[in-house]
């Protein structure tokens, strides 16, 4: 079946230690969204690929960082975690701009 | 003003009630509209589009009022599977990829 697909689904790190989660895709989207959510928060665009074009939010902090080598897959990178930053991420995709969007499983973070 | 804004209940309903969630989006350039269900510590999903002539599937009714700016979801006969969180969902201004979302609201179906 096509699907996002997001690992870990659970990442437990250390305060500034750098952490990699990684979501990858079977439904050749082209857009590609990281969100940050909170509990009991609605999900917060982190940023999100539309193709190639990168777009950043302007309210997401310098310590989150993504890429996208390639269509299938795109990263988030928490260069140096902070307490604040313990959230689910969840990764979504989408075919066109405005169009609903599927999303993964979620990684829930952890920072000690 | 939050740009999407849901009354966060929760709602807290008999099985078989009928329950009616409103939510209002405050940029009219927007063009598309959902309602998401998120179950507890799961990612949302999407339950159904909104369409500007309304829409019905199975017990779920979604409407949308353009020059009210708001829409609704009614669920009739609720079941204890439909407990979760409803996201109202709004898109951004047009060609950003953006969706906005609410902060959802809560459904509790008892027995």
């Known amino acids: 079946d096509a699907m996002v697909i997001q690992n870990p689904r659970y990442q437990v790190t250390q305060f500034g230690k750098p952490v990699t989660l990684s979501c990858s895709q079977t439904?050749?989207?082209?857009?590609m969204y990281w969100y940050q959510q909170k509990s009991s928060q609605a999900p917060k665009l982190l940023f999100h690929y539309y193709d190639k074009d990168f777009n950043n939010e302007a309210d997401t902090p310098d310590n989150f960082q993504s890429r996208r080598p390639n269509t299938s897959f795109c990263f988030l990178d928490i260069r140096s975690p902070g307490l604040g930053d313990a959230a689910m991420y969840l990764c979504?995709?989408?075919?066109?701009?405005?169009?609903?969007?599927?999303f993964g499983p979620g990684t829930r973070l952890t920072v000690l | 003003r939050k740009e999407v804004e849901q009354d966060p209940g929760p709602f807290n309903v008999p099985e078989g009630a009928t329950v009616a969630f409103n939510c209002t989006y405050s940029n009219s350039a927007s063009q598309s509209f959902f309602w998401y269900r998120q179950d507890c510590r799961k990612e949302p999903k999407l339950l159904m589009s909104v369409y500007s002539s309304g829409n019905e599937d199975g017990r779920f009714t979604a409407q949308l009022n353009r020059a009210s700016q708001y829409i609704s979801l009614l669920i009739r006969d609720s079941k204890l599977s439909d407990s979760a969180t409803y996201l109202c969902?709004?898109?951004?201004?047009?060609?950003?990829?953006?969706?906005?979302f609410g902060q959802g609201t809560t459904l509790q179906v008892k027995p």
């Open positions: 969902v709004v898109s951004g201004s047009s060609n950003t990829g953006k969706l906005i």
């Open positions: 439904l050749n989207h082209n857009v």
């Open positions: 979504a995709t989408g075919r066109n701009s405005a169009n609903e969007q599927f």
